[in-house]
């Protein structure tokens, strides 16, 4: 199986406005290896875009592993499952 990265949203503002990649798996691979192995080869820029210096992700994204919210299942550090779909996205609030 193969694990799918896609963007939508706002992040095409700092992120191509529609990416999809497919990524092969590899044992304990890292969502933090996904953004700066992955995506970096897709834009060197992404990884900076996402991820602030301290190596969390910035405010304001959100990165989504099948559905749940990265931040709470682990953030960067969540091994990543084979076949898994990860959306990342802008957050938007307001009213």
Do not use: W
């Amino acid at each position: 199986m193969t694990i799918t990265v896609s963007s939508v949203g706002l992040v095409g503002i700092e992120m191509p406005a529609q990416l999809e990649i497919e990524v092969e798996p590899q044992a304990g691979m890292r969502l933090r290896d996904l953004v700066f192995d992955h995506l970096a080869a897709c834009d060197p820029r992404l990884p900076a875009a996402l991820v602030d210096d301290r190596g969390q992700l910035k405010p304001g994204y959100a990165i989504l592993v099948d559905g749940r919210n990265a931040i709470q299942i682990g953030g960067l550090d969540l091994v990543v499952p084979d076949g898994a779909a990860i959306l990342i996205t802008a957050m938007v609030s307001g009213g």
